[in-house]
DNA sequence: CTGTTAGCGCATTCAC
DNA sequence: GTGAATGCGCTAACAG
């Protein structure tokens, strides 16, 4: 292996100083165009690659941006990162994937080691009870950090998520234009703010239609399919029997198609079901199954995007930008009685 | 902001030198407890945070290992990375993300980034067609290069893939115990390795089990629902009709499925079908599809495990190991004529 | 326009 | 054991 060449070596190579190549490199104006010409071309000749590593550390900027996440191994997540990678790439970054396991020692131990890093920025998606310690810490060094789907309450922190309210409000109020009116919810863990809303939101679709809001037909989950069937178990047994599940979770949702139709129940006659993620096997089911699409990739982009403004904002002013995408529901037989989709 | 602290803060802090504080950080045997002590409570107090970078530099490894994959938001490639990254990351390594986009030149160009980056290492699953120049570039610096799934034929290069000619053999075999006799095969990009393999796999089987072999029963498709639908609608206009179909992809089996459905033709009675990666949806469907288990997972904590050992070699022989992980058959109701499973 | 000098933060010689 | 000096590779400030 030939030793990597230095600007130090092609300095020599031409007889000038190390100082002249990088200017030549990096496009300095106070340069001349021969030399320029001069410098590039031994430097290709001689097969100079610049290291990152050096200039990170001399202008402070590596490059490299982290991102936290629960897991990888999600649709949602996996996109998130695509938009997020798609994003930045162009822009010379490179992107630094963590995983928290929803473990919040975990998932400050990765901040930390972000930091040691010398990322540019950190875009996290919060595990269900972050500790603010860590997430301080990123702050207190001026680094930018922007939160991604879940999201913590944080001065001067930068949010990219989706109306989760809204999302569930549509997918109620949908189910409530399909004519149902015993309208069941499986929820999520409350202490992620996307289940609090998601719940506020089915909530108040059933208020604002003047329908009864019944406690007993709120079920907490996780969002799986077990668990999904365990809920929808409980919920066949009342009476009345509800005529619609609206649940937090896609798997959750699978879990309860499953069970309905072991009770051989007809789906969407007997029992209506919208789920929320839009995960790809809701459109794979011989039954499709309606769900609220999230538009991960979008919120990858966006987080994306969010970061290289407060990045090349010189100000020292901490600004915080909450975006907030629009969910969109996505009808499909699961929950469609009154006409027939074409597929 | 308080300015980052350095080595060198805690040395004024402490009236010592910065080699000192540098002895005591690392570890170093050649000093006393006591400064020791002294140097790490200081530390502590100061909140220092080791600056990584300057670290790199000096020593020349980065701790960051790069890992292209053709795209992250599939449940696969996700898989993989997730198992890579719970390898490494407990070694003190970062995961640095690229996608090719299945495109050659993209993916030259995000070696050549992550070489500028000076990573410790390159993880790639190439693309259909990857131009050798830039993965000889990562080579020719003396970088460990890991192919994980689709690898190249390369000196020296070590690479972790599951034996796809033997989980395609295994489906196929499955088919003919079940009393199938006339297997199609739809196939994926012959330019790529692992559809050649699976396509000799399925012939191999056919053969030894004195069927006969017919072209015809081979379609090329890609890994998607519509490509199968269509392959599908021709196979079933073929007379002698097929009675199963192994498809080298579950996308692809999806489509046939739907399209043999479509026809009114009942699954596995009339025609059986299996899959291949195991993707979630083929568990969730009402008709449970067959398919091939390439665990992800493990593989990704391989091909990690292999560049940490050759990352360890201090040997400058270079070393080429091949991992063949040994792909599961899954059989599940879609090719299951002779009993019923219990869900 | 170009050369000189210096320093980013750290670890590693070599002395003592 | 500890200090002093040096360099990893690059860029920026200051001269000229």
Redesign the pocket.
Known sequence: MS??T???DI?KAL????????????N?????????ELVLQKAAEMN????K???A????KSYNVGVIVPRVDSNFFGSVIRGIEEELNPQGYHVIICQSYEDPKTEGKKIDTLLNAQVDGVLVSTTSNSKKEPLKRILAKNIPLIFFDRRKDMQGVSSVVINDFEGAYKATKHLIDEGCTKIAHLSGNFSLEIFRERFSGYKQAIIDAGLPFNEDWVIKTKSNRTDGIEATKTLLQLNPRPDAIFSASDFAALGAIQEIRAQKLNIPQDISVVGFSNEPFTKFMELPISTIDQSPFEMGKMAAKVFLEQSNNESHVKMEKKVVLDPQLIIRNSSLKTQVLTP
Chains 1, 2 share one sequence.
């Open positions: 030793k990597k230095t600007i130090y300095a007889d000038i100083t190390a100082a002249t190549v990088s200017r030549a490199l990096n300095n104006p106070k340069i001349s165009d021969t030399t320029r100079y690659e610049q290291n590593l050096a200039q550390l001399k202008s402070g």
